[in-house]
Nanobody, 116 residues
Framework: QVQLVESGGGLVQPGGSLRLSCAASGFNFGLLPMGWYRQAPGKQRELVAS???????NYADVVKGRFTISRDNAKNTLSLEMNSLKPEDTAVYYC??????????WGQGTQVTVSS
């Protein structure tokens, strides 16, 4: 079955950086567009970055220029490099297929907290 395991989150000061990783299994990772989603407390989950199978990328305006998404199809991994982090980036981050399938499976996510 689909398994998504996110890691790399933590507590970081404003202006700091983090690199998130996602290990995917149970589906043809290299044949699907992927994305990073986040959910802040009291808010809906949102897509912040996506990458196609040809490695074209797209970013939400709020993270453009600060986040970089990448993929390694040989290792079935998805990454998110996050720089110049802001308190409003605080959220649980998830990886998944983008756009979402009809019945998406979710991993446990990784918590990112940006605070001084």
């Amino acid at each position: 079955q689909v398994q998504l395991v996110e890691s790399g989150g933590g507590l970081v000061q404003p202006g700091g950086s983090l690199r998130l990783s996602c290990a995917a299994s149970g589906f043809n990772f290299g044949l699907l567009p992927m994305g990073w989603y986040r959910q802040a407390p009291g808010k809906q989950r949102e897509l912040v970055a996506s990458i196609t199978i040809s490695r074209s990328t797209n970013y939400a305006d709020v993270v453009k220029g600060r986040f970089t998404i990448s993929r390694d199809n040989a290792k079935n991994t998805l990454s998110l490099e996050m720089n110049s982090l802001k308190p409003e980036d605080t959220a649980v981050y998830y990886c998944n297929i983008a756009p979402l399938p009809r019945y998406p499976a979710w991993g446990q996510g990784t918590q990112v907290t940006v605070s001084s």
